[in-house]
C-alpha cells in the first residue's frame, strides 16, 4: 500500500515527524505518545483505536485508551491522521499520504484506501447529472479482493 511501511529509518523519520506535529499542537513529547505514534506508524492501512490501543499495550501497558484518543483527535486536528466511517461500532483511523478515498468490505470489515483517480470518472459522473459534489474523502462499500464477489 502506497504510503505505508517503508525502512525502519524511514519509519523513525515519521515518529520523529509526528511527535513534532504533536509538539507543535501544544503537547509535551512522553514515552507514552511515542509508544502510541511509532504503534501508528508500524500499522500498515488503517487501524481502530481500540486496535491501535491493544498494540500500544503489548509494549507499554500503562498506556490507557483515552491518551490513545487524544493523539489520534490531536493529529487529525494538525492534519496528519484522520478516520473513516466503517459503519461499524469504531472509526478506521490512518496516516494521511495524499488524498485518497476509502474501499470498506461489508463482510469482513476492512478499510482499504483507493486514490482518487480511480473514482474520478464517478465523482464527475454524479455532479454533471444532478449537481451533487461528491466528498473529497469517500467511503464506498463493498467485497475485498479477500472475502470474493457473490
Ligand atoms: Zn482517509
Ligand atoms: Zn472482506
Same mark, same amino acid.
Given at each position: 500500500?502506497?504510503?505505508?511501511?517503508?525502512?525502519?529509518?524511514?519509519?523513525?523519520?515519521? !515518529?520523529?515527524?509526528?511527535?513534532? *506535529?504533536?509538539?507543535?499542537?501544544?503537547?509535551? =513529547?512522553?514515552?507514552?505518545? =511515542?509508544?502510541? *505514534?511509532?504503534?501508528? *506508524?508500524?500499522?500498515?492501512?488503517?487501524?481502530?483505536?481500540?486496535?491501535?490501543?491493544? @498494540?500500544? %499495550?503489548?509494549?507499554?501497558?500503562?498506556?490507557? %485508551?483515552?491518551?490513545?484518543? @487524544?493523539?489520534?483527535?490531536?493529529?487529525?486536528?494538525?492534519?496528519?491522521?484522520?478516520?473513516?466511517?466503517?459503519?461499524?461500532?469504531?472509526?478506521?483511523?490512518?496516516?494521511?499520504?495524499?488524498?485518497?478515498?476509502?474501499? =470498506?468490505?461489508? $463482510?469482513?470489515?476492512?478499510?482499504?484506501? !483507493?486514490?482518487?483517480?480511480? *473514482?474520478?470518472?464517478?465523482?464527475?459522473? $454524479?455532479?454533471?447529472?444532478?449537481?451533487? !459534489?461528491?466528498?473529497?474523502?469517500? !467511503?464506498?462499500?463493498?467485497?475485498?479482493?479477500?472475502?470474493?464477489?457473490?
Amino acid at each position: 500500500m502506497a504510503g505505508h511501511g517503508g525502512s525502519v529509518a524511514g519509519s523513525d523519520a515519521e !515518529v520523529e515527524r509526528l511527535l513534532d *506535529v504533536l509538539a507543535a499542537e501544544g503537547g509535551r =513529547r512522553t514515552a507514552a505518545r =511515542r509508544a502510541i *505514534v511509532a504503534a501508528f *506508524v508500524a500499522t500498515a492501512g488503517a487501524v481502530t483505536a481500540d486496535e491501535l490501543t491493544a @498494540r500500544v %499495550q503489548a509494549d507499554a501497558p500503562d498506556v490507557n %485508551q483515552s491518551t490513545v484518543y @487524544r493523539v489520534l483527535e490531536a493529529l487529525e486536528a494538525a492534519g496528519a491522521a484522520d478516520r473513516a466511517e466503517t459503519g461499524r461500532e469504531a472509526a478506521a483511523w490512518h496516516l494521511v499520504a495524499g488524498d485518497h478515498h476509502h474501499l =470498506r468490505c461489508s $463482510v469482513c470489515g476492512r478499510v482499504e484506501e !483507493v486514490g482518487t483517480d480511480a *473514482v474520478a470518472a464517478l465523482a464527475a459522473a $454524479v455532479e454533471a447529472e444532478t449537481g451533487f !459534489v461528491l466528498s473529497d474523502h469517500l !467511503v464506498l462499500t463493498g467485497r475485498c479482493a479477500r472475502c470474493g464477489r457473490r
